[in-house]
């Protein structure tokens, strides 16, 4: 059994900053990529950025050169640094890991987190 959990979410004045946090838990033997979807309210859930184990990453348009995401591959810990946080990333932010490989199977799945609020207001 494989778990995410979140933490770092809360309140935050436009401008201001966040760090969220993902550590996956369990019989874990690889990742293939972590990173960070969100959902906002009414809308679908997006791709926020991940970053695979070469160092390759997929990010949105919108959080370029505001969002850093950075991995402890030894903890299987995932970071998201947020800076210059605008309203419109007010969302329930989701951690992901693509391609886990536990010690008992050579299968590969995905998992998620439960999900930490980021709201951003004045």
């Known amino acids: 059994q494989v778990q995410l959990v979140e933490s770092g979410g809360g309140l935050v004045q436009p401008g201001g900053s966040l760090r969220l946090s993902c550590a996956a838990s369990?019989?874990?033997?690889?990742?293939?990529?972590m990173g960070w979807y969100r959902q906002a309210p009414g809308k679908q859930r997006e791709l926020v950025v991940v970053l695979a184990n070469g160092g390759s990453r997929r990010e949105a348009d919108s959080v370029k050169g505001r969002f850093t995401i950075s991995r402890d591959n030894a903890k299987n810990t995932v970071f998201l640094q947020m800076n210059s946080l605008k309203p419109e990333d007010t969302a329930i932010y989701y951690c992901?890991?693509?391609?886990?490989?536990?010690?008992?199977?050579?299968?590969?799945?995905?998992?998620w987190g439960q999900g930490t609020q980021v709201t951003v207001s004045s």
């Open positions: 992901n890991a693509q391609g886990v490989r536990t010690i008992s199977t050579t299968d590969r799945r995905d998992y």
């Open positions: 369990g019989s874990i033997f690889s990742i293939g990529a």
